[in-house]
């Protein structure tokens, strides 16, 4: 495979029409605010720009949006963490997810949504990426930089603990 010299080859717009609205719906998944997802999708978006006369497949596009995705979700989550504990403590600070989320989705999946939240990050993500985003393992792997046994352990592990926090519910 050679390396594409003219990232116009890659025809962006198209890409960003195609999987913009799957990425964001990712997105929303990881950092529960759409505010935040948006800007998650459209730094991943840029990144892509910028790196695109180094792609050598232009069909690996979408799995490098994916990182670029994940990536910048963890990172805003990062963010958040450590806004949160220099930030006094008011009643304006929660817990729960803004209003516009819950409105994105359906009403059937707020229970599911609530306990995926309280899994740890690793289970959470690889379970979005896997149902939400209906990505093959190898596929998570890439995303996520880890390897598919990785991926296997932590869907099997965060299903039984969704499990069990739903008959608790």
């Given at each position: 495979m050679t390396t594409v010299t003219d990232p116009a080859d890659l025809d962006l717009a198209s890409v960003y029409r195609d999987h913009r609205?799957?990425?964001?719906?990712?997105?929303?998944?990881?950092?529960?605010?759409?505010a935040s997802a948006e800007d998650v999708v459209q730094d991943a978006f840029m990144s892509f720009q910028r790196g695109a006369g180094r792609l050598r497949d232009p069909e690996a596009a979408l799995g490098y949006l994916r990182v670029c995705v994940t990536n910048a979700?963890?990172?805003?989550l990062r963010r958040r963490i450590v806004a949160r504990k220099h930030q006094h403590r008011s009643a304006m600070v929660t817990d729960e997810?803004?209003?516009?989320?819950e409105l994105m989705l359906a009403a059937e999946h707020q229970e599911v949504l609530k306990?995926?939240?309280?899994?740890?990050?690793?289970?959470?993500?690889?379970?979005?990426?896997?149902?939400?985003s209906d990505l093959s393992e190898a596929q998570i792997a890439q995303?996520?930089?880890?390897?598919?046994?990785?991926?296997?352990?932590n869907?099997?592990?965060?299903?039984?603990?969704?499990?069990?926090?739903?008959?608790g519910a």
């Amino acid at each position: 495979m050679t390396t594409v010299t003219d990232p116009a080859d890659l025809d962006l717009a198209s890409v960003y029409r195609d999987h913009r609205l799957s990425l964001l719906r990712m997105a929303v998944l990881l950092v529960d605010d759409r505010a935040s997802a948006e800007d998650v999708v459209q730094d991943a978006f840029m990144s892509f720009q910028r790196g695109a006369g180094r792609l050598r497949d232009p069909e690996a596009a979408l799995g490098y949006l994916r990182v670029c995705v994940t990536n910048a979700a963890r990172s805003a989550l990062r963010r958040r963490i450590v806004a949160r504990k220099h930030q006094h403590r008011s009643a304006m600070v929660t817990d729960e997810p803004p209003a516009d989320t819950e409105l994105m989705l359906a009403a059937e999946h707020q229970e599911v949504l609530k306990a995926l939240r309280r899994l740890p990050d690793r289970q959470r993500e690889v379970l979005i990426l896997r149902y939400w985003s209906d990505l093959s393992e190898a596929q998570i792997a890439q995303a996520l930089g880890i390897s598919k046994g990785t991926v296997k352990s932590n869907a099997s592990r965060g299903m039984r603990r969704l499990a069990q926090l739903l008959e608790g519910a």
